[in-house]
């Protein structure tokens, strides 16, 4: 089965604005779409052999581009291994724990193809940050059903947990400072695929900010 189309809007970023009001500025390219693509076909391959085969996964995308990664994956999946995975889209914004704080902005609705109940879960997200969305996740999840087992496949780990959650499929671990900003692209979504790592000004780079800032869409705070 397809999962419905990803959408085109992004979660508000929890990575802090810059204090002078001002824009990010693009600090460095760190995967290519030919990257991207190595990444994709390693998660698949390891998802495939820790489960001993893909006949009773099932792989729930965390809007937005978290449904677009678990999409790729399953295409990958049903090419090396002849499975048809299926793939559902979860919305957690009515079980995040910083509801009053800001504004609740669904991005799409929920849909699970098939019972949850006695498959494995993998929760699919483009980047793993606090983890405080991955345990919005968690208790969405237990609304749909009970699962054999519950795993967590990302694009990039980021660091920085407030939560003790940890992916078992990871595409790139990647060191940065909290005040930056990871940027995820993906075609479904962007029009493009790659990933960029993006900061606030420093003091040498204030003044030719007017020429390296972008129009890349900004990655939401991830599970």
Avoid: C
């Avoid at 983890?131 to 699962?147: I, K, M, S, Y």
Wanted: hydrophobic share 40%; aromatic share 4%.
């Amino acid at each position: 089965m397809t999962a419905p189309a990803a959408g085109t809007s992004a979660q508000p970023t929890s990575t802090p604005e810059p204090p002078d009001g001002g824009s990010f500025l693009l600090r460095a390219h760190v995967l290519d779409a030919e990257d991207l693509r190595r990444a994709f076909t390693r998660i698949a391959h390891e998802i495939v052999e820790h489960n001993h085969g893909a006949g009773n996964v099932l792989l729930i995308g965390l809007y937005t581009r978290g449904l677009a990664v678990a999409q790729r994956l399953a295409d990958v999946i049903q090419q090396v291994e002849g499975v048809t995975v299926p793939v559902g889209a979860l919305d957690v914004a009515f079980f995040r724990d910083d509801i009053g704080l800001r504004p609740v902005q669904p991005l799409g609705p929920t849909e699970v193809p098939v019972d949850v109940t006695g498959t494995v879960v993998i929760l699919v997200d483009d980047v793993l940050f606090t983890g405080r969305t991955v345990r919005a996740a968690l208790d969405a999840l237990t609304e749909l059903g009970r699962p054999k087992a519950v795993q967590l496949a990302v694009l990039v780990d980021r660091g920085h947990r407030e939560l003790p959650i940890r992916a078992d499929y990871v595409g790139k671990n990647l060191p940065t400072k909290r005040s930056e900003d990871v940027r995820v692209r993906l075609v479904e979504v962007d029009g493009a695929d790659g990933i960029e790592i993006w900061g606030p000004p420093t003091s040498s780079s204030s003044s030719s900010s007017s020429t390296t800032t972008g129009t890349t869409s900004t990655t939401r705070e991830s599970g």
